[in-house]
Nanobody
């Protein structure tokens, strides 16, 4: 089992930056690929970014490519999402998730993630 706790959300002006963190419990963090998803009010949850178990492969939604960077520190059991050049359209609750699969094909669907954090609110003002 993995427990995930996000932090780092908040209110920021358009063009600003935030860094989200997701701390995982347990000693098997490196056994899981990690993903970030977001859900805005009235919209479905959508994939944002994912990173393989070793951190060697990363994947991004087209909407955030070039602006967001996902990374992980397996020694600290933590995955990060650095968000730059934020837009009002990025406003959402951001959640991290863990999956035992390590193939990029599976990273894009929330259904393939077994463990989820509670989410952190990111609000970008115009």
């Amino acid at each position: 089992q993995v427990q995930l706790v996000e932090s780092g959300g908040g209110l920021v002006q358009a063009g600003g930056s935030l860094r989200l963190s997701c701390a995982a419990s347990g000693r098997t963090f490196s056994s899981y690929a990690m993903g970030w998803f977001r859900q805005a009010p009235g919209k479905e949850r959508e994939f944002v970014a994912a990173i393989s178990r070793s951190g060697g492969r990363t994947y991004y939604a087209d909407s955030v490519k070039g602006r967001f960077t996902i990374s992980r520190d397996n020694a600290k059991n933590t995955v990060y999402l650095q968000m730059n050049s934020l837009k009002p359209a990025d406003t959402a609750v951001y959640s991290c998730a863990a999956t035992g699969r390590d193939s990029g094909t599976y990273f894009y669907s929330a259904n393939n993630y077994a463990y989820w954090g509670q989410g952190t609110q990111v609000t970008v003002s115009s």
